[in-house]
Nanobody, 117 residues
Framework: QVQLVESGGGLVQAGGSLRLSCAAS????????MGWYRQAPGQQRELVAVTTSGGSTNYADPVKGRFTISRDNAKVYLQMNSLKPEDTAVYYCHVLWAGRWSDYNYWGQGTQVTVSS
């Protein structure tokens, strides 16, 4: 099992930058992928970016070219540049963890990102 602790959200003006951090603890050797999702009020949670244990990355179209995901062992980061008001959401760290029989999803507590226009 895995525990996740996030940090780094806040309030920023449009065009600004923020960096989110997420630290995983527990059985980190079984982590297959780490990533970030976000959920705006009244909307479904959506993928922002993911990085796999093999080193590949994938980004949602709205954030391509502006956000960068990186991983350092059991920590994952999301560098967010050129922020827009539509990036306002609660951002959740996510881990895909390989159990014995199936994969499991673990989520952080969420951190609020608010971008003012």
């Amino acid at each position: 099992q895995v525990q996740l602790v996030e940090s780094g959200g806040g309030l920023v003006q449009a065009g600004g930058s923020l960096r989110l951090s997420c630290a995983a603890s527990g059985s980190i050797s079984r982590i297959n992928a780490m990533g970030w999702y976000r959920q705006a009020p009244g909307q479904q949670r959506e993928l922002v970016a993911v990085t796999t244990s093999g080193g590949s990355t994938n980004y949602a179209d709205p954030v391509k070219g502006r956000f960068t995901i990186s991983r350092d062992n059991a920590k994952v980061y999301l560098q967010m540049n050129s922020l827009k008001p539509e990036d306002t959401a609660v951002y959740y760290c996510h881990v895909l963890w390989a159990g014995r029989w199936s994969d499991y999803n673990y989520w952080g507590q969420g951190t609020q990102v608010t971008v003012s226009s």
